[in-house]
């Protein structure tokens, strides 16, 4: 149990997603105590620790592992690192937030489940908008019947971030093969509405089909600092299948018109349907509509005060709202102490098997079964 009730928390990362999401939604909980940033560029975690208040600003992730006053290891850093500095964290006794994907393969994230499960250590994977308060409510509404039997699961994630292909790419790896088109909304973007629609349609996907494309060949790449073939997934859909009958669509995309996050969650049941959209538009970033079979058109849902965080609204930036409401869940669960853990390593991997599923569908041009083999 952390001294004196307080989780010590130590955060390896200190870019942008760091700064305006992750460091936020500590300081906010005072639960907690930031006790330390590591960067590996010292001046980026010194530059963190100061407008953060944190004392201990280092370039080696090491030294905040082995510190017996942090409790939590927050893994905010490139996708091919946090596998490695996870598992160091489990080793370490350390409880692990990391953000996706914990693991390329699902195997890895398996096995990084069942260790810390081994240990009796709480993780919890950045599936950040299972978290808003308005997909919370709609999580509830599904819960408690509203829509009935779940038949249908439309979800979208757009973007035009990328759609300027001067705009510094990050989510690559420059040395790739690029006669290969390389996974990348689909793992980034795809992500998150993967999740919802386990969440909402409360069933596993059984097959799965989709493809990929390549719609802008040439990018500048923030970490060569040129302009390159990046031979990417700028844009994907798939089909699945659940194992209780129900259907889904999901499309994801780095170049499509409209402000991010851009996600929209739509399900469609026997008895209603419900849809939520995280869109920054006119001030506001989330909004959610109902519909019941004798009342078709469209309503709009006020999120009951419950779901935020403490001076919370839906005029707040997403990325502080979102990622408030993720810390008050994990930092719930450690100091809970019992077997609740929502969205951990298990969620991480769940959704990551399904990509892995769609890039293998993509690649052999055929429906794939899942659980894969």
Not at 21 to 49: F, K, M, Q, S, T
Not at 172 to 183: E, F, H, R, T
Request: glycine share 8%; proline share 4%.
């Amino acid at each position: 149990m952390p001294a004196n009730g307080v989780v010590g928390v130590g955060v390896l990362g200190a870019g942008a997603w760091a700064r305006g999401a992750h460091l936020p939604g500590y300081r906010r909980d005072a639960r907690c105590r930031i006790v330390g940033i590591a960067d590996v560029e010292i001046n980026r975690a010194r530059d963190a620790a100061r407008e953060f208040d944190v004392a201990n600003a280092v370039s080696d992730a090491r030294e905040l592992l082995k510190r017996d006053d942090i409790d939590l290891i927050d893994v905010c850093t490139p996708s091919h690192t946090h596998f490695d500095l996870a598992w160091a964290a489990l080793e370490a006794g350390k409880h692990v937030l990391c953000e996706k994907p914990v693991a390329y393969d699902y195997r890895d994230t398996i096995r990084a489940r069942d260790f810390a499960r081994s240990k009796r250590l709480k993780t919890k994977v950045g599936l950040t908008f299972r978290y808003s308060p308005a997909m919370r409510y709609m999580r509830e509404l599904v819960a408690t019947g509203f829509i009935g039997t779940p038949f249908i699961f439309n979800g979208y994630e757009q973007n035009s971030q990328w759609l300027d292909p001067m705009n510094p790419l990050r989510q690559v790896d420059p040395n790739a093969d690029q006669s290969i088109l390389q996974v990348s909304s689909l793992e980034g973007y795809g992500a998150p509405i993967i999740d919802l629609a386990h969440l909402f349609v409360g069933s596993d996907l059984t097959q799965v089909v989709g493809t990929m494309r390549n719609f802008i060949p040439e990018r500048m790449v923030r970490a060569t600092g040129r302009m390159m073939r990046m031979n990417i997934d700028d844009g994907d859909i798939f089909l699945g299948e659940f194992a209780n009958g129900a259907l889904c669509s999901v499309q994801t995309s780095f170049v499509t018109v409209g402000n991010y996050p851009g996600i929209e969650a739509r399900v469609y049941g026997s008895k209603g349907a419900l849809i939520c959209r995280l869109v920054e538009e006119a001030g506001i970033c989330e909004t959610l509509r109902a519909a019941t079979a004798d009342a078709v058109e469209f309503r709009a849902l006020d999120v009951p005060d419950r779901f935020y965080p403490a001076g919370g609204s839906a005029r707040e930036s997403w990325r502080t709202l979102f990622y408030a409401n993720l810390v008050n869940s994990f930092i719930g669960e450690i100091l809970d102490g019992d077997d609740a853990n929502e969205g951990d390593f298990g969620d991480g991997a769940w959704v990551q098997e399904v990509i892995n599923a769609v890039e293998r569908s993509f690649r052999e041009r055929k429906w794939v079964t899942l659980p894969l083999a």
